[in-house]
Structures are given as C-alpha cells and as structure tokens.
C-alpha cells in the first residue's frame, strides 16, 4: 500500500457525459501527479499540482480538467467523454525530487 | 522530446536463470527510475538511480545506471516466479518532475 488513494476503483459511463476522479496523496506529500495507462499509448503524464498550483501540464487533452484542493487532495475533470478515453488513471504524490513518486491504486474507466 | 525504450517488450524466463533488461533515454537526465507493476495492479517503485554509475540491488534484483551511455539495466539474477510482472523505467529530469515512462518489459517466469 503506497498510502495513495484513489476513488473511485472503477468507471463505466457513456459517451459524451463527464466524470470527476479523485485523489488523496500521501501525507506530507505536496505534489500530485496524474497519468493515463492505455494499450496503445502505454503510460503518459498528464499534469502536475503542488500546493494548490498547477506545475506542469503533459499531453492533457482540453476536455480534461484538474485541480488540488486546500487539503491537497486533487480531482481529474473528464468531459465529453469519447471511447479513446476508455483506460486506468492513475494519481502519484511525492515530497518532491529526486524521491520516487507513489502510485495508487488508480481508477479504471470504461467509456461505453 | 524525451524518449525512453526498453527492450525487449516480452521476456519469458526459466526459474533460476538470469536475464537483462534494457532501458535507453534520448536525452540527458538526471535520474532514473525502476518500476513494477502486477497485472491490474498499480506502480510499485523498486529503484532510483541518482548518478552515474550508480548500482543498487534488492533481492534478486540489482539495477545500474550509466548516464554517458544514457543506458539502465535491470539484472534479474536466478529468478523466481514472484517476479513476473511487468517492469517499466521513467526518466526525469532536474527542475522538471513528469516521468516520461519506457513501454514496459512483461516478463514471465516458467516453472
């Protein structure tokens, strides 16, 4: 147990509607990462928060949305979802460089 | 942009043999990363490789890092069926904390 958690574990929604993914670091941790894992386009980061603010931003789509709260948990917005985004979310905290991150467990969607 | 490949992508072993797998990075990086993942199961850090030439090991399992090379292995020395899973390496870089992942290497140990 990484001491990452991630609700909810699983997802089936249909075209077009919207999600929200959330997640809650390790404590102490005041980054938080999200990644997308699909067959076809393996694991890429998605965006970075720490404390509150965003710190980089990967290949998130426009329809994706995210943000980290006061208490430092953070929530991935998904909109207008499409079949593509069909795939396992993961979130990962760290205290920083060069610690590794921690993983959840992630969330696993299916987009019908 | 940052690349990051391992190979092989498929790797079958037979218990308490030993096998290499490979990971090279395009550009240079500061640190290097080793994970595992059970099938359905999350990332599970295994190494962080801070410098060159740095080794550590846990186990069975030992990882080096040659940044001249831009160049990571992972030994797997006798192995044994708990360690099938799949195996991936990030990179990062210093100021820039997304991990570029590699494509993961499957391995399954045979009995």
């Known amino acids: 147990d990484s001491g990452v958690t991630q609700t909810p574990k699983h997802l089936i929604t249909a075209t077009g509607q919207r999600v929200t993914l959330r997640c809650s670091p390790r404590?102490?941790?005041?980054?938080v990462y999200w990644y997308q894992q699909s067959l076809d386009q393996g694991l890429q980061f998605l965006i970075q928060?720490?404390?509150?603010?965003?710190?980089a931003k990967g290949n998130i789509l426009e329809r994706f949305s995210a943000q980290q709260f006061p208490d430092l948990h953070s929530e991935l917005n998904l909109s207008s979802l499409e079949l593509g985004d069909s795939a396992l979310y993961f979130c990962?905290?760290?205290?920083?460089?060069?610690?590794?991150?921690?993983f959840g467990p992630g969330t696993r969607l299916l987009v019908l | 942009e940052l690349k990051v490949e391992q190979n092989p992508l498929f790797l079958s072993m037979q218990e308490g043999k030993n096998y290499t797998i490979y990971c090279n990075y395009s550009t240079t990086s500061d640190r290097l990363y080793w994970y595992r993942q059970d099938p359905g199961k999350s990332l599970e850090s295994l190494f962080v490789l801070l410098s060159n030439g740095a080794v550590k090991q846990e186990g069975r399992l030992m990882a080096s890092l040659d940044t001249k090379a831009r160049l990571s292995t992972l030994h797997i020395t006798a192995a044994v069926h708990d360690l099938s899973a799949t195996y991936f390496c990030a990179v990062d870089s210093f100021g820039n904390e997304k991990l570029t992942f590699g494509t993961g290497t499957r391995l399954t140990i045979i009995p």
């Open positions: 404590s102490g941790d005041l980054s």
């Open positions: 990962a905290s760290s205290v920083g460089q060069p610690e590794p991150q921690y």
């Open positions: 928060y720490y404390n509150g603010e965003e710190r």
